[in-house]
């Protein structure tokens, strides 16, 4: 057991309560950390009305500040997201966009806020592209102050030009629900190193 917490981000274009099977994923994911003694929840971003932005908080009802405690709260950060011709969600670019801010956030030390956080990525959908989506995301999510494990990404892609998805399926496929297993042991490994010993601060 460990006292280490998580946020999976999920980065459906559906709203609540619609099925997605980028929740059912994130759920997966979270009950793999859940396994391994690591609380958490998942967040559905399109049911908080994120602004477009690259501030800490856009004003006017920006559903981005009560999310981004909730990361800074969590050790873990899972971003889920579809695929949608090839590329992350319309979504997850906005979480991309807003996590933006967190360079000109430090601390007394001067080090990113992110610096001792661990951050993972699911991808699904009915098309080829997890790879190139899993990039993207993984990309960002580095330069922005988040360390990555090894293997740090679980997906399923169905048949190309097909119409059966994730959540379709009567039972996950075994090479998904492995993934997704040494995504959550290795983040929560990394997670435990960095909060035992942080990055050292600057000169």
């Known amino acids: 057991m460990t006292d280490l917490s ?6 459906t ?6 099925e997605s099977s980028t929740e059912l994923l994130g759920s997966q994911v979270l009950d793999a950390f859940r396994d391994l003694g690591v609380t958490g929840s998942i967040e559905r971003v399109v ?11 856009e004003g006017d009802g920006d559903g981005w500040p009560t999310l981004r ?22 979504v997850a670019k906005v979480v991309l966009e807003r996590l933006d801010a ?18 993972a990525v699911g991808v699904v959908g009915n098309e080829d592209g997890a790879h190139h989506t899993s990039a993207e995301l993984f990309q960002g999510l580095n330069d922005v102050g988040f360390t990555l494990p090894a293997q740090a ?3 399923w892609v169905g048949e190309a030009m097909q119409a059966v998805d994730y959540q379709d399926l009567d039972e996950t496929p ?3 629900a492995g993934t997704t297993e040494v995504l959550a042991r290795h983040a ?3 997670a435990r190193l960095l909060k035992e010993s942080a990055y050292p601060a600057g000169e």
């Open 6 to 11: 998580c946020l999976v981000l999920s980065c």
């Open 13 to 18: 274009l559906k709203r609540s309560p619609a």
């Open 47 to 57: 049911d908080h009305d994120v602004s477009f932005g690259v501030s800490t908080d």
């Open 69 to 90: 405690q909730k990361m800074l709260d969590a050790d873990i950060l899972v971003l889920v997201t579809p695929i949608w011709m090839g590329q992350p969600a319309s």
């Open 102 to 119: 967190e360079l000109a956030e430090t601390d007394d030390a001067g080090r990113l806020l992110t610096f001792g956080k661990v951050a």
């Open 153 to 155: 990404v679980t997906y």
């Open 174 to 176: 075994q090479k998904t």
């Open 188 to 190: 929560t490994h990394l």
